[in-house]
């Protein structure tokens, strides 16, 4: 099959295609940087892969869609422009999305993937009613703002080992969250960044004791765990004593925790992943496998 990401050259073009070096099952289609920049070849190459990753700023990326103009290319889009698209196959097959069969797949932001992977399922079965008001908090690695930031951590520029930022309350992700969960709040969402270069942990904290029915916490663990039954890529292991942002770091899996204080009247939902990972290009990478009709953990790094 042949594959072509447009946008190679950024951080998450760069890590898929570290991940299908070396595949014999991908003919992957490059320009050189002048062609990168020349619209003719650009449309050429979107139009004759099999399969298109974008790994594009969101205009960028809706136009790189507008230039395709046949019926047999499939896209994966790593941007945030179609996650709450009509048309678009949100790309989280452990939620039960048909990713296989689709032509157009949005892959998950990050954060959003650790958030619904702990919510939607509590969500689907009742355990977590749809209009509790819900707070996720959130560490990444630098990595995840880009070539600019990945620049100022690591030139001393952003002189702190943490910071917390979206203090509108306004981030990009939100509407994707609040979507896929069925929530009928917008969650509050507290991301932050940390002085390390990948890695990422969402928290997703309850107060059962204040549900009129707050479930037990085996029903929360027997729920996460029934959801992703099977999944080599999300999983629940015995729980640490500790997490830190590097928990899942290098790797394209997703690790679910559940702690609960001594009377169960609280509970920290944890989801550790890696920005990069299952928060990017390994998202995208067990997305195309799919696609192409391959076991999905091909090539990941779990």
Same mark, same amino acid.
């Given at each position: ?38 619209? %003719?070849? =650009?449309?050429? *190459? /979107?139009?004759? @892969?099999?399969?298109? +990753? ?5 205009? $960028? ?99 702190? %080992?943490? =910071?917390?930022? *979206? /203090?509108?309350? @306004?981030?990009?992700? +939100? ?5 896929? $969960? ?105 997305? /195309? ?14």
């Amino acid at each position: 099959m042949r594959i072509f990401i447009d946008g190679a050259a950024g951080t998450t073009g760069l890590e898929i295609e570290a991940r299908l070096s070396g595949r014999s099952e991908f003919e992957l289609l490059k320009l050189d940087d002048a062609q990168r920049k020349n619209a %003719a070849a =650009r449309r050429d *190459a /979107l139009n004759a @892969a099999d399969i298109v +990753i974008l790994c594009l700023p969101d205009d $960028a990326a809706r136009e790189a869609v507008s230039l395709i103009d046949n019926r047999h290319t499939r896209v994966i889009d790593a941007s945030t422009a179609f996650r709450t698209a009509d048309g678009w196959t949100y790309g989280f097959p452990e939620l039960g999305n048909d990713v296989a069969s689709a032509t157009r797949v949005s892959n998950p932001g990050c954060y959003p993937t650790g958030f619904l992977a702990l919510v939607a399922p509590l969500v689907r079965t009742g355990l977590l009613p749809r209009d509790w008001p819900v707070t996720v908090n959130a560490v990444s690695g630098y990595s995840g703002g880009g070539k600019a930031m990945i620049a100022e951590f690591e030139s001393g520029e952003a002189q702190t %080992a943490w =910071r917390t930022y *979206a /203090l509108t309350l @306004a981030h990009k992700h +939100i509407p994707e969250m609040q979507r896929h $969960a069925g929530l009928v709040h917008a969650p509050i969402f507290a991301p932050s960044v940390a002085s390390a270069y990948r890695g990422m942990i969402v928290e997703v904290p309850l107060q059962i004791g204040a549900m009129a029915n707050g479930p037990a916490v085996a029903a929360i663990r027997d729920a996460l765990g029934t959801a992703f039954s099977g999944s080599q890529i999300v999983t629940l292991p015995p729980a640490p004593a500790m997490l830190t942002v590097e928990q899942a770091a290098n790797t394209d899996r997703l690790e679910l925790f559940v702690f609960a204080n001594e009377d169960e009247s609280q509970v920290r939902l944890i989801a550790a992943l890696d920005n990069l990972g299952k928060g990017a290009s390994g998202a995208a990478v067990q997305s /195309l496998n799919l696609m192409a009709g391959l076991p999905e953990t091909t090539g990941l790094k779990l």
